[in-house]
């Protein structure tokens, strides 16, 4: 079966430092794969989207990026975090042939 | 419609009401319609999905219905309990591409 792995599960870093999230999938080839947020009192917002090694789509542009170095493997970075990076940050996979996502159990980021 | 819409953005009901929410979505090029159940300090866990116009699921006390043509699905549920309450979001599925709405959070009171 497959699972979704993203770590850490919270994290408290002061404003300027770099992030670094980590989502990994098993049990799975060639997935989609997609890094969310859902800021305080909001709903969730796409941050990227990549249908395969290297190729990632931005949706919004800010200070994040996010690379796929490794087919089931999805990492979302920031050089410097701003206070309006807190939030609670999603990864999620989809099959190819489906567009059913399967969310991680999330990281808990609070910039202070 | 160009992006999705869920209406109301949160409902407060009591215990045995039944109720219901709107998610409206893009009907060109549409390929499925995905409903979620988001419990706080959880992850979204896919309810059901549509795919085709008139469809109906069902799963217990909660159903959904799917109108493709006019780009709108509801989501009932159906003698609320307190367990019933979580973030319910839609996705649809247009063009190669899935869109959340931002949800609607329906809190049950015992």
Redesign the interface.
């Known amino acids: 079966s497959q699972t979704i792995h993203q770590w850490p599960a919270t994290l408290v870093q002061p404003v300027g430092s770099p992030l670094s999230l980590e989502c990994t999938v098993e049990g799975t080839s060639n997935p989609n794969l997609y890094w969310y947020r859902q800021a305080a009192g909001r709903g969730l917002q796409l941050l990227f989207y990549s249908v395969g090694i290297g190729q990632i789509s931005s949706e919004v542009p800010q200070n994040l990026s996010a690379s796929r170095p490794q087919d089931r493997q999805f990492i979302l970075s920031s050089k410097k975090l701003l206070l309006s990076d807190s939030g609670f940050y999603l990864c999620a996979w989809e099959p190819t042939s489906s567009y059913e996502q399967y969310f991680g159990p999330g990281t808990r980021l609070t910039v202070t | 419609i160009l992006n999705v819409e869920q209406s109301p953005q949160s409902l407060h009901v009591q215990e045995g009401d039944s109720t219901n929410f709107t998610c409206s979505f893009p009907s060109s090029n549409f390929?499925?319609l995905?409903w979620y159940r988001w419990e706080t300090a959880k992850?979204?866990?896919?309810l059901f999905?549509m795919t085709l116009n008139g469809d109906e699921k069902k799963k217990g006390r909660i159903s959904a219905t799917l109108n493709t043509k006019e780009g709108y699905s509801y989501l009932y549920i159906k003698g609320s309990q307190p367990e019933d309450s979580a973030t319910y979001?839609c996705?649809s599925?247009n063009a190669g591409?899935?869109?959340?709405?931002?949800?609607t959070t329906l809190t049950v009171k015992p």
């Not at chain 2, 992850?43 to 896919?46: D, T």
């Not at chain 2, 591409?97 to 949800?103: A, L, V």
């Open positions: 390929y499925a995905h992850s979204p866990e896919a999905v979001l996705a599925a591409k899935s869109t959340f709405g931002d949800g």
